[in-house]
């Protein structure tokens, strides 16, 4: 039968049924920055299909938007039953409310157990020892680095730098000036990105986000000016997000790069040679290991009118957690799956090294002030790599703004 | 006979209140009060309420929790206080001024230079004029993204340029560099403004009458004493016209800086209508944010207020 005709008349079967059932349908609505290669798209949308009375209203928003947007909406009145926001903005809406505290529907949960999640992607969904959401995928930052380069340089390409004076000593042999090649690649962008690549660094060293100016702290930070200083890594990265910087070390204009899995397909497309990936290097041998910790939760707005329901959704995109990687090339945020071999050997090694990375990998907060504090992060980064501010006193300010802020 | 069957008519028209009513608003001054109340209403509810609302947020205690509400929290001057001592505001307000003042004088120069070399008729003079529009034309954020490609440190065109032709011998961070970032946006700016001053400094200039400049050759004066003495006082009204515009234009430019600098490194490029943007929608301080913007009206008022008074010898003239 012609495909349409068939359409036609299924159309005309629901709108004949259509009044039996339609007390008991509900719309839920979701809001997320993904599209149609990308999981949450595809999950509303299997959801929506199944025969369960709910249907989902997707609605993509884009990552500029989402805290504006959602705020906007719930200000009014009108927010959607579920989001999907970044990790670190959570508190921001848990701590006001705005979140339905979900601890005891996920206690009754046949799907979501908190014991399989990470403990970073856990901690940034719990306010308060509650939870107010699920985290939907995660993510982290290690050093990729141009396996032929480092060859080519006397150096050994299974033997990547594992201190930060390694990492120094290797970026200065690997820089090649006259063939246009930068030692190293990151990105200090007064952005979110900024504080995202110097937290891990902070953290490793015996700091963190409210204790910024700690000695380890500063002294990162003063390796980061002596990379900028001496031109190991290109001037612009105090305006390059992580993704163009990426994009200097597939062309072969950088020898390593600090960035996360989300570059993995696009560096098997671009990138013509060998290249690995190996753990953030640590102050010194034996040092802590810490990361970044990025991705997106799931959230319940407190002011769903169908709370069940959209719970209901949630546990099947939790369910659906194990198709993350294999399909969509995101990591889930939990410890009890296996991810399959992709067959890729280089991007299965790499998964391997992220996958470890990510046992360290910290939240960032959770704070409902988080914008501020990353702000005056980023500021300390800016004055002291242009050099306007030594990393003490720099460092020192964004602390004295963080105290006032933490109260 | 004309004259009495008015006076019959205006006294029948005094008798009816309504036809008197129906009357003005075809010809009378019921009419002009429609034709000015129309746009009068359409200008206070988009420009007039919004702006009042951002005059009032600026004195309240705002967050993303109660934008929906109309009443907050009243804090007076706090938020002023607040913004005046932050020690970034000196340095952004400094950089807009640099800012305006320069592309002002980019724009307007280049663009003047432009407009005197195109009253010069020689063939194709109106077509190479409508080509410079396209700069005017294309979107701010287009604009951008190209100069980020001229003015790339690695990679750039620009460098590649100055370079080959011997002015620098390393290549200029002009995106990243402290010395160069404002100045990287406020060459964009000249790019993209030139073309609209010099259509207006064109029109200007050709409404000045040939005879003048005729007689003034007569009488012996040479190009140089034509132009201080004819054309720059002719052009007064143009000039404090196109000046005032570039003025309201250039504090309202928002995409360069969204697409070059970013307002960064370290706010060396940040001018106060970007960083209102960055308070109110990246960190969220809408009551800042609203602050920045009342201080800025100020200003757009005192400039406006100078393009009004210049452009009223027109209207006399």
Known sequence: MDKRLFGALLLG??????????????????WSLDDENQPALNLAREFSEMDNGITVEYRQIQFDDVVSESMRAFATGQAPDIIAVDNPEHALFASRGAFLDITDMVAQSEVIDPDNYYPGPLNSVTWDGRLYGVPKATNTIALYYNKDMFEAKGLDPNDPPETWDELVDAARTLNDPAANVYGLAFSAKANEEGTFQFLPWAQMAGGGYDNINTEGAVEALEIWKTIIDEKLASPDTLTRGQWDSTGTFNSGNAAMVISG???????????????GVALLPVPEEGAPRSSAMGDFNWAIFSTSEHPEEAFQALEYFASQDHRLFPEWGQLPARSDIELPETGEPLKDAALKVFLEQLQYAQPRGPHPEWPKISKAIQDAIQA?????????????????TIDGILG | MDISQT????????????????????????????????????????SGLPLVYNVVMSFQQVDMFSLGTFWRPWVGFDNYVA?????????????????????????FLIGF?????????????????????????MPGLVVGAIFNWILAGDFGVLNYVLKSIGLISENIFWRSDIAFSLWAVIIANVWLGTAFNMILLAVGLA??????????????????????????????????????????FTLQ?????????SGGPNNSSNVAQYWAWELSFRQYDFARGATISTVMILVVMIAATIYVRSTRHEVRG
Not at chain 1, 13 to 30: D, H, K, R, S, W
Not at chain 1, 384 to 400: I, P, R, V
Not at chain 2, 35 to 42: D, K, N, Q, T
């Open chain 2, 207 to 248: 409404s000045i009458p040939k005879d003048l400049y005729e007689a003034a050759a007569l009488d012996g004066a040479n190009a140089w004493q034509r132009f201080w003495t004819i054309t720059l006082p002719m052009m007064r009204a143009t000039i404090g016209a196109v000046v005032s515009l570039g003025l309201i």
């Open chain 1, 384 to 400: 002291t790599l242009t050099g306007q501010m030594s990393a003490q006193d720099a460092l020192d300010n964004a602390q004295a």
């Open chain 2, 113 to 137: 230079a432009l407009a005197l070399f195109f009253t010069m008729d020689f063939p194709g003079a109106g077509y190479i004029r409508g080509l410079f529009l396209v700069s005017w034309v």
């Open chain 2, 7 to 46: 006076a019959i008519a205006d006294r029948r028209r005094e008798a009816n209140p309504i036809s008197r009513f129906l009357a003005s608003m075809r010809d009378g001054r019921g009419f002009d009060i429609l034709l000015v109340a129309v746009p009068l209403a359409f200008l206070i509810a988009l």
């Open chain 1, 13 to 30: 079967a629901t709108m004949l049924a259509g009044p039996a059932f339609a007390q008991e349908n509900v719309t839920i609505t979701v």
């Open chain 2, 253 to 261: 430019q928002f995409d360069l800086f969204a697409s070059i600098t």
């Open chain 2, 83 to 107: 913004v005046f001592s932050q020690p970034e505001t000196w340095p952004i307000l400094r950089n807009t001024v640099v800012f305006v003042v320069a592309s002002i004088a980019g724009q």
């Open chain 1, 261 to 275: 899995p989300w570059e993995l397909n696009r560096m098997l497309e671009e990138a013509k040679f060998d290249w």
